[in-house]
C-alpha cells in the first residue's frame, strides 16, 4: 500500500454530492465521471476504498509520474497528488516545471526545462539537482511554492464561478498548506 494513497484518500473521506460541485457524485476523492472511466457502474455511494484506491493510484500516481517524484521527495510527491486528485494532474505538473524552472539559479544550477506538463526524465533530472543543491530547506521551500500555485488556481477558479465560493475556504484550509 502506498502511504501518500492512504493519506489522500483519508482527506478526501467518503460520499458527497454537492449541487455546487461541478465535479457531482464524488466518493473517496473519486468523482463519477472519472468512475465510469474506470468502468464502475455501480451507485457512487457504494464505490469501495479498494476500488478508489486502484484509481487514485493509476490516475493521480502512477500516469503523471508522481511515484517517479517520490523516489527524490515525498513531501513533492504528497503535494503534486493531492493537488492532482482536487484538480487533475496537468495543472501540478506545470506548476512543479515552472518553478524548477525559476528556482535553478538562472540555469546555473540545472538547465531550463519545458512546462509541458508530462514529468520525464528531464523534470526528473531539475529535481534531483534541485534537491542535491538546496537540501531540505529546499524542498520545502518547493512543497510551499507549489502551494502557491494551488491557492492562486482556486482564487482564479473561484473568480470565474461564485459556486466555488462554497469551497474555497475549505480549499485553502485543507488543501494549501
Not at 460541485?21 to 466518493?27: A, H, V
Not at 492532482?84 to 535553478?104: D, E, F, M, S, T
Not at 494551488?150 to 474555497?168: A, M, P
Amino acid at each position: 500500500m502506498n502511504p501518500i494513497i492512504d493519506g489522500i484518500i483519508v482527506m478526501e473521506g467518503g460520499y458527497t454530492q454537492n449541487s455546487k460541485d461541478s465535479g457531482g457524485k464524488t466518493n473517496w476523492g473519486i468523482t463519477e465521471a472519472v468512475a465510469r472511466a474506470h468502468g464502475y457502474s455501480g451507485d457512487m455511494r457504494d464505490l469501495t476504498h479498494s476500488e478508489a484506491y486502484a484509481i487514485l493510484e493509476e490516475d493521480y500516481w502512477i500516469k503523471p509520474g508522481f511515484e517517479q517524484v517520490a523516489t527524490l521527495s515525498n513531501p513533492i510527491a504528497f503535494e503534486l497528488c493531492d493537488a492532482a486528485v482536487n484538480i487533475g494532474a496537468h495543472y501540478p505538473c506545470v506548476w512543479l516545471q515552472r518553478w524548477l524552472n525559476v528556482l535553478n539559479g538562472e540555469a546555473r544550477k540545472y538547465s531550463d526545462i519545458s512546462t509541458d506538463g508530462h514529468i520525464g526524465p528531464k523534470t526528473l533530472a531539475a529535481l534531483d539537482a534541485y534537491l542535491a543543491w538546496r537540501g531540505k530547506e529546499g524542498e520545502a521551500i518547493l512543497v510551499k511554492a507549489l502551494n502557491c500555485s494551488q491557492g492562486v488556481y482556486y482564487l482564479d477558479i473561484t473568480e470565474k464561478n461564485k459556486n466555488n465560493e462554497e469551497f474555497i475556504y475549505g480549499w485553502i484550509k485543507n488543501r494549501v498548506a
